[in-house]
């Protein structure tokens, strides 16, 4: 069982950066692919970025790349995404998602572990 609880969301202005953290608990962290997901209202639950379980590999949403970075810090059992040059499109609630496995996941239902979620909104 892992427990992931997001933070760092927040209301920011187009072209601004944000930094979302997930912090987890209840396993060995290490052995986790993390994913960043996004859901925007109406719409369905879509793939943000992911890294793998040792930070070798990382995959990015075309829509965010370039602009979004996803990083992890296993001895604080942590992963992040910053967020930087966002546009009002990016407003959604992001989840934070982990599975245990060693190559990287991209589909939302090959994830075993949710966040809460946080909510970010940007403003043109």
């Known amino acids: 069982q892992v427990q992931l609880v997001e933070s760092g969301g927040g209301l920011v202005q187009a072209g601004g950066s944000l930094r979302l953290s997930c912090e987890a608990s209840g396993s060995i962290f290490s052995m986790y692919t993390m994913g960043w997901f996004r859901q925007a209202p109406g719409k369905e639950r879509e793939f943000v970025a992911a890294?793998?379980?040792?930070?070798?590999?990382?995959y990015y949403a075309d829509s965010v790349k370039g602009r979004f970075t996803i990083s992890r810090d296993n001895a604080k059992n942590a992963v992040y995404l910053q967020m930087n040059s966002l546009k009002p499109e990016d407003t959604a609630i992001y989840y934070c998602?982990?599975?245990?496995?060693?190559?990287?996941?991209?589909?939302?239902?090959?994830?075993?572990?949710w966040g809460q979620g946080t909510q970010v909104s940007v403003s043109s």
């Open positions: 998602a982990a599975v245990r496995a060693l190559t990287v996941r991209f589909g939302r239902n090959e994830y075993d572990y």
């Open positions: 890294i793998s379980w040792n930070r070798n590999n990382t």
